[in-house]
């Protein structure tokens, strides 16, 4: 049983509460505006303790919240009955979705990638899930574009990861999605500091699978 699938107890416990303020500067509108583009059947990476739920729109048939930690998971559940949609929660790790082949219309993964511990593999998984044509809708904190400022984030990893339940502030998570084979059809870069300067670099936007795709 790997570490995530174990889960990081304190931390779920304290995750919520942290969230609350962040959410109250500016995170739940872009969550909200993020996933007005989600439609249909939706794969949720990381789901965490469910924060997404409330912002889904009338247009997603079903979400499948997969998340790999236990206290985490449990959180998201009880978030899911109060969901606008219809949430399934699933402990499963973004590497091994249970899903089939070409199955999803909508991909969505916020503030995850930093996290997930092979986010290549997590990607690739969410390539072969998604339908051709389908969309990636992403929010996600990445490696700054300013030397120093990444730098920065480089040193501060080891430290941040063992005290944020794994979190690298220092992944370009919109390169690895390139890397994937996916179309960027709209990406943001924005700051967004509500804590500390860590995680200052954020992108938000929507990455499509090739209609002829192949996996």
């Known amino acids: 049983m790997s570490s995530s699938d174990r889960g990081h107890p304190v931390f779920a416990a304290l995750f919520d509460r942290m969230s609350r303020s962040v959410e109250k500067r500016g995170m739940g509108r872009l969550r909200r505006e993020l996933l007005s583009g989600a439609r249909g059947l939706v794969v949720e990476i990381g789901a965490g303790t469910g924060l997404n739920f409330a912002h889904y729109p009338a247009g997603v048939t079903e979400v499948v919240a997969t998340e790999p930690d236990p206290h985490m998971l449990k959180r ?126 954020h992108a938000s936007g929507v990455a499509r699978k090739p209609p002829q795709a192949s996996d």
């Not at 990638?113 to 690739?124: E, N, Q, R």
């Not at 120093?148 to 998570?173: E, K, M, T, Y």
């Open 76 to 201: 998201a559940h009880e978030a899911a009955g109060r969901a606008p949609v219809p949430v399934r929660t699933e402990q499963a790790r973004g590497e091994e979705l249970p899903l089939e082949d070409e199955t999803v219309d909508t991909a969505v993964a916020t503030l995850v990638f930093c996290t997930i511990p092979d986010p290549d593999s997590a990607l690739a998984e969410i390539h072969r899930v998604l339908k051709p044509d389908g969309r990636l809708l992403f929010l996600e904190h990445v490696r700054a574009d300013d030397a120093r400022l990444a730098g920065w984030q480089d040193r501060v990893q080891p430290i941040w990861s063992f005290f944020a339940g794994g979190c690298h502030p220092n992944r370009d998570s919109v390169a690895a999605i390139e890397r994937a084979g996916f179309e960027l059809e709209r990406v943001e870069h924005f700051p967004f500091s509500p804590n500390v300067v860590v995680d200052k670099p």
